[in-house]
């Protein structure tokens, strides 16, 4: 079985610019997550789908980060501009039904280093 | 604000030793709990869950849960240098995402 799929691996970027990560979670998994895990800390959630609709965004910073799921599948998080305190690994994670978190797959997250 | 709180340690024993790791989480509603392991630029992976008061063991791991007191531990026997890592502890209700908290870091030194 395939895992959850993340890229890229890295990006740097300068502070002001813009980014997007991709993440492709296990197949029939109907729920997928962002969290940012800024290092020293643990996962934050930024967002939660259900299938393609939103179930929790209520950390998600709205006014620079931006994420959609289209068709119920692939995921993109963006963030633009970007700040320096947005230095951080952005997770993806999924599961087959929500909260089943025995169920929860992590990808190998996105480093991102903003200067 | 639901809150997962834990000692960021890092918490040091040698091999062979009983290492202790303890959390406390705010959200009384919360029904389901783990334990996640995370080696250094590595994804978190689960290692325990724990939904009932008690003890649960798996391995050298034991989950061990006291809703009342709002408090979770991990406790591991037999400690391996291979066991070092941050433990992160994680809890949610039904249908809601997970809480993490800020992780212990564990040195297990041979």
């Known amino acids: 079985e395939a895992g959850v799929a993340q890229s890229p691996r890295y990006k740097i970027i300068e ?3 813009s980014v997007a990560f991709w993440c492709n979670p296990i197949s029939g998994h109907a729920t997928l ?30 006014d620079r980060f931006s994420a959609e799921r289209l068709k119920g599948v692939d995921s993109t998080l963006k ?22 978190a025995d169920k929860l797959f992590f990808g190998s997250g996105t480093q991102l280093s903003v200067l | ?22 959390c406390t989480y705010s959200d009384r509603g919360s029904q389901s709990f783990f334990w996640y392991r995370q080696y250094s630029g590595k994804s978190p992976e689960l290692i ?6 008690g ?6 791991f034991t989950a061990q849960l006291n809703k009342a007191s709002q408090y979770v531990s991990l406790l591991i026997r ?31 030194s041979s």
């Open chain 1, 15 to 17: 502070k002001r610019q």
């Open chain 1, 33 to 62: 997550y962002w969290y940012q895990q800024i290092l020293g800390q643990g996962p934050k959630l930024l967002i939660q789908f259900q299938n393609n609709g939103v179930v929790d965004d209520s950390q998600l910073p709205k």
């Open chain 1, 79 to 100: 963030i633009q501009p970007a700040k320096l305190e947005d230095s951080a690994v952005y997770l993806c994670a999924s599961s087959l039904v929500t909260g089943t």
């Open chain 2, 1 to 22: 604000q639901k809150e997962v709180e834990q000692n960021s340690g890092p918490l040091s024993v040698p091999e062979g030793a009983i290492a202790s790791l303890n």
């Open chain 2, 48 to 53: 325990m869950s724990i939904y009932s008061n």
């Open chain 2, 55 to 60: 003890d649960k063991e798996d391995g050298r």
């Open chain 2, 78 to 108: 037999d400690s391996q240098p291979s066991d070092s890592a941050t433990y992160l502890c994680a809890v949610n209700q039904a249908g809601t995402a997970l809480i993490f908290g800020k992780g212990t870091t564990l040195s297990v």
